[in-house]
């Protein structure tokens, strides 16, 4: 019978166990569903014999909260979470979130800051030897040398500052049972220096083979240029055939290893994984507190694939899952999905089928499994390579078959949909199955900007793609007899973005007759391309100069430019037009943006026209939402999943709803 994995001493007693191998220390409550990391490496962990038992968000300032189960036999296991613990508790702006949708009832405050560290720290306090694995995604997105956003600090790696003995990075499920046979066979974890996808301290380097050393922390800390060196040759190395080992110096003879990534999964691998006996739930102990607010997100939705070749400059995806794309087969989604319609809460509805990028079933070209990613070149960045194969019929066919499973009403795809791939493919099958079957009056796509030199740094398809996109999907919808919108993502204060592209900006959504009633300033997150532009002021890819808009006043001006006809938007606005010499912009025509005084805002705004008559200027107000992170499918314990990849972050977790 499936049970959840014990939280209590009790719970382990009940089991026969007199011990654990095994202690799991998450920051987020325990849910036990597939697109919760730490249930996936929990139950990886158990179907290869290790007992483990689950501390959930314990008390920071009590070393005893991290003493449940005794000493474990082979370690500890510690992960902020989900999501990075500092975006999981700030916005943009520095402000506390008013909730955290992994935790009980919503409630904030239930993890430190940097949890990753203060837990480290408090096992250290009490067990002061034991081995202690850390990762998740504070652990990957931090494992060497970063530009920390929130203290403005250049930091050490999380392994130093943590006092953990291993740090794992990418999915981690071959990973972690590397590390747990090892262990069991007992290798001292001082040795564990040859398992793909870690990163571990040493004081000799003389055995690592064939690795590059970085400039040392130091050097990095007093030159920000040559940390975004530092920042290319990692990025450069994160292909599981080509990268090489990493070695970073710390003082005199202090170093960080980061062996090569682990490879991706097989097909099997990966159904495998996902049909571990989990529970698909919160632990029952949380009811009283209204249950955990994540859980409603993904309950019904599918986890497809991983790993990403769009290549985004603001998403740390390269970092976390590579570019090798990986899928699940259709026999075990089927499954799955056959297993939800059964849940007394399922009314018919499949809220998503897709993982970073919905419509990325197949590695970009054949040759990445034999030979591994480019290292000079994007798939998709600046046009789609000539190599690259373009074939949507696995992922209809897929769609097709989960729409005739019994009781199935509709299949939804929530998941980024990477517009410029679908326009590579010049067969319309996919996009009129999607407005057909997969829309719901709303299509929600990641174009992002508008000027071509912001989206290039953005590593995003130039404003023309996007437009064509655009045609070619109101066509098919205008065939099909339906009315259906393209609702475009932006992003504001983007490296590289000046109040000129904001205001690019907001004339292109004037022209769309389109409001966002939210919109998502940039969001500089450990190790994206976008966050080492933000503190280095250059592109690490060639070093040339970007402009960074870091002052929070005009930051605040291309925020409010993106909701122009918000009234209490009124003095930025004006202030920026003004300051960019756009008074053009200021008027009752019909281009400008804003009349030359405030005026009562609603949806019908009465502006005078010049004849003095009113008209009324229609506003269709459509809500965008904010950015969310991508689904917090694959975001393993020991491997950091999708959910903080993306630059810009609303702290909710993942429907799979960033758009490509």
């Known amino acids: 019978m499936k049970q959840f994995l014990p939280i209590t001493k009790e719970e382990m007693l009940a089991r026969g166990w007199d011990r654990v191998d095994f202690v799991y220390v998450i920051g987020d409550a325990y849910v036990d569903h597939s697109s919760f990391g730490p249930a996936i490496i929990s139950r990886v962990l158990e179907a290869h014999g290790y007992r483990v038992g689950i501390i959930s968000q314990p008390d920071w300032t009590d070393e005893e909260s991290v003493a449940v189960f005794g000493m474990p036999r082979l370690g500890f296991l510690v992960s902020s979470g989900n999501m990075d613990s500092m975006v999981n508790h700030y916005t943009v702006n520095h402000r506390h979130r008013q909730m955290d949708y992994y935790t009980p009832g919503g409630k904030t405050g239930k993890r430190p800051d940097y949890a ?70 007992g290798l001292p974890v001082e040795e564990l220096t040859f398992i793909h996808g870690t990163v571990y301290k040493t004081r000799d380097i003389e055995n690592v083979t064939d690795g590059i050393l970085l400039p040392d922390f130091d050097t990095m800390k007093a030159d920000k240029l040559e940390y975004a060196k530092s920042f290319d040759i990692q990025y450069r190395n994160t292909d599981f055939i080509t990268a090489k080992p990493l070695i970073e110096k710390y003082g005199e003879k202090r170093y960080i290893v980061q062996n090569p990534p682990a490879r991706p999964l097989t097909m099997q691998e990966f159904d495998d994984v996902y049909e571990l006996p989990y529970m698909n739930d919160y632990h029952p102990s949380y009811e009283k507190e209204g249950g955990v607010p994540a859980i409603s997100e993904i309950r019904f939705s599918l986890t497809s694939c991983r790993g990403c070749f769009g290549g985004c400059s603001f998403c740390a995806l390269t970092f976390h899952q590579g570019r090798i794309v990986q899928a699940r087969s259709h026999e075990s989604l089927i499954r799955e999905a056959t297993e939800m319609t059964k849940h007394p809460d399922f009314k018919g509805y499949i809220h998503d089928v897709g993982g970073p990028t919905a419509n990325f079933r197949r590695p970009a070209c054949d040759k990445q499994l034999e030979k591994g990613v480019c290292t000079n070149k994007q798939c998709l960045y600046p046009k789609p390579c000539k190599n690259m194969v373009v074939d949507h019929k696995d992922y209809i066919e897929l769609l097709r078959k989960l729409r005739k499973i019994p009781n199935v009403k509709k299949v939804f795809i929530r998941s980024g949909i990477r517009f410029d791939y679908m326009l590579a493919d010049k067969d319309d099958s996919f996009l009129r199955e999607l407005c057909k079957y997969h829309v719901s009056g709303q299509l929600r796509v990641a174009p992002e900007h508008v000027s071509d030199h912001v989206l290039d740094l953005m590593g995003k398809p130039r404003n023309e793609v996007y437009q064509e996109f655009v045609k070619r999907f109101d066509r098919v919808n205008k065939e099909l007899g339906m009315q259906q919108y393209a609702i475009p993502y932006l992003i504001s204060s983007h490296p590289g973005s000046d109040l000129n592209d904001a205001i690019a900006l907001a004339e292109s959504i004037r022209d769309m007759g389109y409001m966002p009633e939210q919109v998502q300033d940039f969001y500089p997150t450990p190790s994206t391309i976008s966050t080492v532009m933000y503190y280095t002021g250059v592109d690490p890819r060639n070093m040339q100069k970007v402009h960074i808009t870091s002052n929070p006043h005009e930051k605040a001006m291309q925020r409010a430019l993106l909701q122009y006809r918000k009234p209490e938007n009124y003095a930025l606005v004006r202030e920026a037009l003004l300051k960019a010499g756009r008074q ?26 010049e004849n003095g008559t009113n008209r009324s200027r229609s506003v269709r107000n459509v809500n965008s939402g904010t950015r969310e992170n991508k689904k917090t499918s694959g975001n393993k314990g020991f491997g950091p999943g999708n959910n903080m990849a993306s630059a810009k972050h609303s702290g909710k977790p993942g429907k799979n709803s960033k758009k490509k």
């Open 116 to 185: 990753l560290t203060v837990y480290c720290n408090l096992i250290r306090k009490k067990y002061k030897k034991v081995p202690v694995i850390i990762g998740g995604i504070e652990a990957s997105l931090r494992r060497l040398a970063h530009y920390d956003f929130w203290s403005d600090k250049f930091k050490r790696s999380v392994l130093m500052d943590s006092g953990a003995d291993l740090l794992m990075y990418g999915m981690g499920e071959i990973s972690i049972v590397e590390m747990a046979d090892a262990l069991n066979s």
């Open 584 to 609: 053009d912009l200021i008027g009752f025509d019909k281009h400008c943006l804003i009349p030359p005084r405030p005026l009562n805002h609603g949806k019908s705004e009465g502006v005078k026209n």
